[in-house]
Nanobody, 119 residues
Framework: QVQLVESGGGLVQAGGSLRLSCTAS????????LGWYRQVPGKQREFVAR???????NYAASVKDRFTIFRGNTNNTVYLQMNSLKPEDTAIYYC?????????????WGQGTHVTVSS
């Protein structure tokens, strides 16, 4: 089992920046990738970004030129640097972990951290 804990959410003005953090614990050796999804109330969760153990990254088209995902060097932490934030980025952001047997299919989820972007 893997446990994920997010932090770093908050309120920011449009055009501003925010950095989210996620720390993973448990059976870390089973993880293929860490990533982020987000959800607006009443809508489906959508993929935001992921980073594999090999360092490869993937981004949703809506955030590709504005967000950056990266891992800590000596721990089990993943970050999401969000720049040029827009009101439509407002959502609950969830940290995710994929098992090696299920690429692009998150098996573990954090409880979420709120991001609000004001205009």
């Amino acid at each position: 089992q893997v446990q994920l804990v997010e932090s770093g959410g908050g309120l920011v003005q449009a055009g501003g920046s925010l950095r989210l953090s996620c720390t993973a614990s448990g059976s870390i050796f089973t993880i293929l990738a860490l990533g982020w999804y987000r959800q607006v109330p009443g809508k489906q969760r959508e993929f935001v970004a992921r980073i594999s153990t090999g360092g490869g990254t993937n981004y949703a088209a809506s955030v590709k030129d504005r967000f950056t995902i990266f891992r800590g060097n000596t721990n089990n932490t993943v970050y999401l640097q969000m720049n040029s934030l827009k009101p439509e980025d407002t959502a609950i952001y969830y940290c995710t972990a994929e098992r090696r047997s299920g690429p692009f299919m998150p098996a573990y989820w954090g409880q979420g951290t709120h991001v609000t972007v004001s205009s």
